[in-house]
């Protein structure tokens, strides 16, 4: 099933699949014609299981950036499997070419194990080449937020497991789905069926702010994206620069935001997508008051 979709500046439509068990030829495609085709063609979307980094393996999220280059999100945790070095991963991808510009592979104190890197946003206001900022949503392990200096290539973590990442219990949040309670049955134990945690992001007008969210609550937060940049401090000074943003009305999966400054939130408790106005009120619509 696809799971994320963009649109480059020309209107080329590129969206990906999962590996989560349904057969997937490819794990990134564009549409042309109506058809999804292999992009940017087959040969880096076969998966060589003896070196996760000579091609995609599981891809979750694509997103083209402001200067009109297609990034790809690499889990590298097909099936949500313990990841290996080389599976995690961003490539990017020139569309005036179509050919691979750069890959960036995680060290493993920063995409874990049990890391699910879910999706990216890029300000390439930041440094030399620009950031990238990515949330891990990781269901049986620490969440928290991935930052990527684009031209060194390094990467580091932020807000590793802090509570504002994680997933709510299920005494705390009970998701509803087409009317009913979104539950799963584990272990002879029922649990809410939304328990990732980090997951939507996404950056305000001025990149001052980065928005996240975990799947698993209808909660928004945001954190200082100065914070998240300077490598120098700790994860208690990051931490303090954590704002509520309140509840959204509804739990999600992606985030959005605008240049004139409205963030979206996707509402799968609603199959609504909202926009907060510069009134911090929610609405369905422009001008949709509670």
């Known amino acids: 099933m696809p799971t994320g979709v963009t649109v480059s500046h020309t209107g080329r439509i ?20 109506g058809q999804p085709v292999a992009y940017p063609d087959q040969a880096t979307n076969d998966t060589d299981p003896d070196d996760p980094a000579a091609a995609l393996v599981s891809v979750q999220s694509v997103v083209v950036d402001p200067a009109n280059r297609l990034w790809i999100l690499d889990t590298g945790s097909p099936m949500f499997q313990p990841t290996q070095y080389g599976g995690p991963k ?4 020139d569309l005036e070419t179509d ?10 104190d ?3 194990p049990t890391s699910y890197l879910n999706d990216v946003r890029f300000d390439l206001r930041r440094g030399e080449a620009g950031m990238a900022f990515i949330t891990d949503s990781a269901q049986q392990g620490p969440n ?12 580091w973590r932020k807000l590793h497991d802090h509570i504002s990442t994680k997933a709510q219990h299920l005494n705390d949040f009970l998701p509803f789905v087409e009317g009913r309670p979104f539950l799963e049955r584990k272990d002879g134990q029922i649990q809410q069926g939304a328990g990732m945690g980090s997951d939507g992001i996404a950056i305000s007008a001025d990149g001052s702010r980065l928005y996240y969210c975990p799947l ?18 700790d994860d208690t000074e ?46 369905s619509r422009p001008g949709t008051r509670p």
């Open 99 to 108: 050919q691979a510009l750069q890959k960036i592979l995680f060290p493993q």
């Open 216 to 233: 698993g609550s209808r909660w928004l937060y945001s954190v200082s994206t100065d914070a998240l940049a300077n490598r120098a401090l």
């Open 90 to 93: 961003l490539l990017c991808v």
């Open 110 to 112: 920063v995409a874990l």
């Open 144 to 155: 928290g937020l991935v930052v990527v200096d684009l031209a060194s290539g390094e990467s």
């Open 14 to 33: 590129f969206i990906n699949f999962p590996k989560w068990g349904d057969e997937v030829q490819f794990t990134v495609a564009e549409v042309r014609d």
């Open 238 to 283: 990051v931490s303090a620069t954590v704002r509520d943003e309140g509840d959204r009305g509804g739990a999600s999966d992606g985030l959005e935001s605008d240049a004139d400054g409205y963030i979206y939130s996707g509402n799968y408790e609603h199959n609504a997508i909202l926009r907060r106005n510069l009134g911090l009120v929610w609405g």
